[in-house]
């Protein structure tokens, strides 16, 4: 009984120990420094659109998921002239994804009648080429507040990785978005082969009882 009651205690305490490291804590504070960090900012639509992709939210259309009421990164229809092709990037900066990685961020658009939002994301590799998983769409992204996605990736699947954000669509028919409270999580190599070793620790013990 006494065997029972410490194996569990050790299995509690290894799986405690895994624990994710946040590579990427990003508020969007400041979206036009964001470059200077290792981000990639990319417009490939239709030129001459008033607005050039990404910038700093606007607390005239709704405010941030948290901090500062300007703090989120936005887009709008105005990516792209009338008639045009919205395709505004946002991609973070490198990170390590060998071990897996799971991202959460939060979306939300302006609601105005007619109109709707696209916005695709995903994994990508360092040197901004598409996987083979491709991205994942919210379209239309919620107007009702601010809505929030995890998005997940395991382990051997990248070795260096980006994640992708793009606003897309037509221009008559798109309005207004806002990107807030991104995370990069990765899981510890350290926590990860403790837990490992308390594992096969466990599965010894198990074996003796049993004799």
């Known amino acids: 009984m006494i065997k029972k009651v410490f194996a569990t205690a050790v299995l509690a305490a290894m799986t405690m120990s895994a624990q994710a490291s946040v590579v990427i804590n990003e508020g969007f504070d400041n979206v036009s420094g964001l470059a200077s960090n290792g981000w990639v900012f990319t417009s490939a639509g239709t030129p001459g659109g008033l607005t050039n992709g990404w910038f700093q939210g606007s607390t005239g259309i709704f405010d941030a998921q948290s901090g500062a009421p300007y703090s989120y990164a936005a887009a709008n229809f105005n990516n792209a002239p009338a008639g045009g092709t919205i395709n505004s990037w946002l991609i973070t900066p490198v ?14 658009a302006d609601a105005v009648d007619g109109y709707t939002d696209q916005v695709n994301f995903g994994f990508i590799n360092a040197d901004g080429s598409f996987t083979s998983a491709g991205l994942s769409t919210v379209n239309p992204v ?6 929030q996605y995890t998005a997940w990736i395991g382990a051997d699947a990248l070795s260096s990785a980006r994640f992708a954000f793009q606003y897309t669509g037509a ?10 409270t991104l995370t990069v999580d990765v899981p510890e190599p350290a926590s990860i082969a403790l837990m490992a070793g308390g594992l096969l620790g466990l599965g010894a013990m198990r074996r003796r009882v049993r004799r």
Request: net charge negative; glycine share 10%.
């Open 95 to 108: 990170f390590d994804a060998s071990l897996g990685a799971t991202v959460s961020f939060y979306l939300r």
């Open 142 to 147: 919620p107007v009702s507040g601010w809505t």
């Open 171 to 180: 221009a008559d028919t798109a309005n207004y978005v806002g990107l807030d």
